[in-house]
């Protein structure tokens, strides 16, 4: 027996299903200052950014949602950001609870602290990680 309004109830669960389609066929934008990159570069707060001389390079760092990138700045103002850093895996959902850089002479210590979902406390992942060139990475 089907009940009246079957094919109601499959259209709009095939829709439902269907609309988030759109963010895993994400298209770039075309002007590259409006990229979600450079967005959240913009709008960095200066205490989670390193730019200057590390390991004897000029390196641009950004610490990100608990995730370090090397920033690369493109033609047109655009950037591209290369992770150089990040928590070990976990398998379930987590959080970003606590991140920070902090800059002493040749020396980056970065803390990365990612929170399970309805865990309470700090940290599923993460830690207090050291380098000297902005590409290895110690966890202490």
């Not at 259209?11 to 895993?24: E, H, I, R, W």
């Not at 928590?87 to 850089?101: I, K, N």
Request: proline share 5%; hydrophobic share 35%.
């Amino acid at each position: 027996m089907k009940l009246p309004h079957h094919w109601t109830l499959c259209a709009l669960l095939a829709t439902g299903s269907l609309s988030g389609c759109d963010l895993l066929f994400e298209s770039k934008p075309s002007d590259p200052l409006l990229s979600k990159e450079a967005v959240a570069t913009r709008a960095a707060p200066q205490e989670l950014i390193f730019e200057g001389q590390l390991g004897g390079e000029s390196m641009f760092l950004l610490v990100h949602d608990c995730e370090v990138y090397r920033v690369d700045r493109r033609e047109g103002g655009g950037v591209q950001w290369t992770s150089v850093l990040a928590p070990e895996f976990y398998p379930f959902w987590t959080v970003c609870q606590r991140q920070s850089l902090t800059i002493q002479p040749k020396l980056l210590t970065v803390t990365l602290g990612r929170q399970a979902v309805g865990a309470g406390g700090c940290c599923a992942t993460g830690g207090t990680y050291t380098s000297v060139d902005g590409r290895n990475w110690k966890k202490r």
